[in-house]
């Protein structure tokens, strides 16, 4: 069996990708801590992580902030923004994507209106 093949069968439909999480989390952070311009504007951020996650943020607990470091932040940020402008662009050409979520997408970063 392949290392996605067992990734995939450790995963269930109620559970996030480690890097999911962890892409959320340096999201939430950059909107925290990152001074303007932010590379990307997402209003929902630190709404969209668990509880325990935002405590830590808050408190800049020692622990998450040796993993969420400026460097992440900005890596995790970039991509999101990148794929996110390829898509507005996709979007405004009447392009169609399966599988999208489109709702978390248009509350994050509504398509054609300006932070």
């Known amino acids: ?8 069968l450790k995963m269930s ?3 996030f990708s480690q890097t999911a ?6 999201r939430a ?3 925290m801590f990152d001074e303007d311009p932010k590379i990307l504007h997402d209003p929902i951020a630190v709404k969209f992580i668990d509880d ?22 900005t890596h995790f940020c970039l991509r999101s923004r990148i794929a996110e402008d390829c898509l ?3 979007v405004s ?10 709702t978390r997408l248009h509350i ?3 398509i054609g209106r300006e932070p």
């Open 1 to 8: 069996m392949t290392a996605w093949n067992t990734r995939a």
């Open 13 to 15: 439909l109620h559970s």
């Open 21 to 26: 999480i962890f892409a959320a989390i340096c």
């Open 29 to 31: 952070a950059h909107q």
């Open 52 to 73: 325990a996650a935002r405590t830590a943020l808050s408190k800049e607990d020692p622990a998450l902030m040796a993993n969420v470091t400026p460097a992440a932040r």
């Open 88 to 90: 507005e662009r996709a």
């Open 93 to 102: 050409t009447n392009i169609s994507f399966l599988g999208l979520d489109w």
């Open 108 to 110: 994050a970063n509504p």
